[in-house]
């Protein structure tokens, strides 16, 4: 399965923003999903995920901040970041695999996230 991320960029500390990832395969709709982020010097950390059946997870950092979604017509998952730090900086990669988000699959090429303070 190919993924393609997007929707990464430059925003203020309180702002927004909204990634998306494509996927190549209509295996999608059987795949556990997650973003994960790796900072400059950090481990690759995972954010957010979400099983086949669209129940998410997320790292305490963010909680009440992100949201992550699942669309398995458009197959395509979304990640709605609101009032992000600077700490939220990041490259942001999509992940995707059959069971356990933890378990080896597929990964996106990544989107910068940048938050000024």
């Known amino acids: 399965v190919q993924l393609q991320a997007s929707g990464g960029g430059l925003v203020q500390a309180g702002g927004s923003l909204r990634l998306s990832c494509v996927a190549s395969?209509?295996?999608?709709?059987?795949?556990?999903m997650g973003w994960y982020r790796q900072a400059p010097g950090m481990q690759r950390e995972l954010v957010a995920s979400?099983?086949?059946?669209?129940?998410?997870a997320y790292v305490d950092s963010v909680k009440g901040r992100f949201t992550i979604s699942r669309d398995n017509i458009k197959k395509t998952i979304y990640l709605q970041m609101n009032d992000l730090k600077p700490e939220d900086t990041a490259v942001y990669y999509c992940?995707?695999?059959?069971?356990?988000?933890?378990?080896?699959?597929?990964w996106g090429q990544g989107t910068q996230v940048t938050v000024s303070s």
């Open positions: 979400i099983t086949h059946g669209g129940i998410p």
């Open positions: 992940k995707g695999t059959l069971g356990d988000i933890a378990r080896a699959g597929s």
């Open positions: 395969s209509s295996a999608f709709k059987l795949m556990s």
